[in-house]
């Protein structure tokens, strides 16, 4: 999947669920929400996005951007993501996990059982 200004994402979440399972592959969202994370507020602000944002490799991004991504993942409208927002966006940016979640919701009860 590409952006407008031609940065290429793929994507791994569909492998990645595959390997770690979704337990492992959640606890991997929320380590990846701790690398973003403004340590004074406890969520991913615009601040803390663009600062560590060469750590997802992004770091061409613009500020325009870097503030539409948090708004984009900002369910509340407090102007920040807590952790839950940032894992839903993660999971509505791959087109593979959205195809699959269904699957895995019946594996999921199936080995509640």
Do not use: H, Y
Request: hydrophobic share 45%.
């Amino acid at each position: 999947m590409a952006s407008r200004n031609g940065i290429v994402f793929e994507d791994f979440f569909p492998a990645m669920v595959d390997k770690l399972g979704a337990e492992g592959f959640m606890k991997e969202l929320s380590n990846g929400f701790q690398l973003l994370v403004d340590e004074d507020r406890g969520m991913i602000t615009f601040e803390s996005l663009k600062r560590n944002s060469a750590l997802l490799g992004l770091q061409e991004m613009s500020d325009d951007e870097v503030k539409c991504m948090v708004r984009e993942g900002d369910l509340d409208g407090d102007g920040a993501l807590n952790e839950m927002e940032f894992c839903t966006l993660m999971f509505r940016l791959s087109p593979g996990l959205m195809m699959n979640s269904t699957k895995w919701l019946v594996e999921a009860i199936i080995s509640e059982m």
